[in-house]
């Protein structure tokens, strides 16, 4: 049983930072791509950032520059930096990772998500 479990959300300022961790736990062979996806109230749930096992980055349009999505394969365990939030980044944030079961398929998992309000 693979499980993923996401830290770090709360309240903070407008211009204040929040760092996001996913720790991915359970039996696999490996992970490929991971990322974090937001869902606003009333709104779908849409990706940030992403991060491919051989460390290249995709984020949307309005988190670049102020985001940074990194991981730690050692730890399996992804990062979310964010800076200069704006109350827009209000959300709850879901990690997503595709992992290689022993088995070798692919199967993407999805964590509980964390809130993260930006709030003065």
């Known amino acids: 049983q693979v499980q993923l479990v996401e830290s770090g959300g709360g309240l903070v300022q407008p211009g204040g930072s929040l760092r996001l961790s996913c720790v991915v736990s359970?039996?696999?062979?490996?992970?490929?791509?991971m990322g974090w996806y937001h869902q606003a109230p009333n709104k779908p749930r849409e990706m940030v950032a992403t991060?491919?096992?051989?460390?290249?980055?995709n984020y949307v349009d309005s988190v670049k520059g102020r985001f940074t999505i990194s991981r730690d394969n050692a730890q399996n365990t992804v990062y979310l930096q964010m800076n200069s939030l704006k109350p827009e980044d209000t959300a709850v944030y879901y990690c997503?990772?595709?992992?290689?079961?022993?088995?070798?398929?692919?199967?993407?998992?999805w964590g509980k998500g964390t809130l993260v309000t930006v709030s003065s």
């Open positions: 997503n990772a595709f992992v290689i079961t022993r088995q070798m398929y692919t199967v993407q998992y």
């Open positions: 359970g039996t696999f062979f490996s992970i490929k791509a």
């Open positions: 991060i491919t096992g051989g460390g290249d980055t």
